[in-house]
T-cell receptor, first 113, second 112 residues
Framework: GAVVSQHPSWVICKSGTSVKIECRSLDFQATTMFWYRQFPKQSLMLMATSNEGSKATYEQGVEKDKFLINHASLTLSTLTVTSAHPEDSSFYIC?????????FGEGSWLTVV | QKEVEQDPGPLSVPEGAIVSLNCTYSNSAFQYFMWYRQYSRKGPELLMY????GNKEDGRFTAQVDKSSKYISLFIRDSQPSDSATYLC????????????FGAGTRLFVKA
């Protein structure tokens, strides 16, 4: 199957700082990528849809100025959590769609201290 | 009513048992149906993908889709402790743009 790589796998940052998470499609071009957030023992919550060369589409309730998404190329989308706070600590997962199927990255654990 | 309903479990079975995981949905526009397996602290891994109604088999896994009943299933034969994970159903449609909806996930424990 298609491979989606996510980096870093885990990151700890201080409150008030910003952290960037990268999502790459390794063996295919992804015009659309998705960013999810997942709390422990809960399902995936779609945060935004990232479209190559255009602005991301955010789901209701997701602050676009806090969660900056950039999809600069067909193989890379980035999520930047700005001015992070402890409540932003979570598991962030990206995915890319190819031929009507979604493939996920390994996820990134963010801990804000 | 949620678009996709999935019992969160947990479901505990002995090793070797046949496991049945299910989801129901309400939107008849869904055309593509997937099952993902997610181990703790990992991203979901695609297990099965089916288009429209019917059965699909891959090793110990069988996916069934019944569009008339809006019901999908995943069967795991000869379950192993390594199958212990959370299983997420998902379904997609192109109506109003490509959209994928995920179930809440069922936590499965296979006891040795």
């Amino acid at each position: 199957g298609a491979v989606v790589s996510q980096h870093p796998s885990w990151v700890i940052c201080k409150s008030g700082t910003s952290v960037k998470i990268e999502c790459r499609s390794l063996d295919f071009q992804a015009t659309t990528m998705f960013w999810y957030r997942q709390f422990p023992k809960q399902s995936l919550m779609l945060m935004a849809t990232s479209n190559e060369g255009s602005k991301a589409t955010y789901e209701q309730g997701v602050e676009k100025d806090k969660f900056l998404i950039n999809h600069a190329s067909l193989t890379l989308s980035t999520l930047t959590v700005t001015s992070a706070h402890p409540e932003d600590s979570s598991f962030y997962i990206c995915s890319a769609s190819i031929q009507d199927t979604i493939y996920f990255g390994e996820g990134s654990w963010l801990t804000v201290v | 009513q949620k678009e996709v309903e999935q019992d969160p479990g947990p479901l505990s079975v002995p090793e070797g048992a046949i496991v049945s995981l299910n989801c129901t949905y309400s939107n008849s526009a869904f055309q593509y149906f997937m099952w993902y397996r997610q181990y703790s602290r990992k991203g979901p891994e695609l297990l099965m993908y089916t288009y429209s109604s019917g059965n699909k088999e891959d090793g110990r896994f069988t996916a069934q889709v019944d569009k008339s009943s809006k019901y999908i299933s995943l069967f795991i034969r000869d379950s192993q402790p390594s199958d212990s994970a959370t299983y997420l159903c998902a379904m997609s449609s192109y109506t109003g743009g490509f959209k994928t909806i995920f179930g809440a996930g069922t936590r499965l424990f296979v006891k040795a």
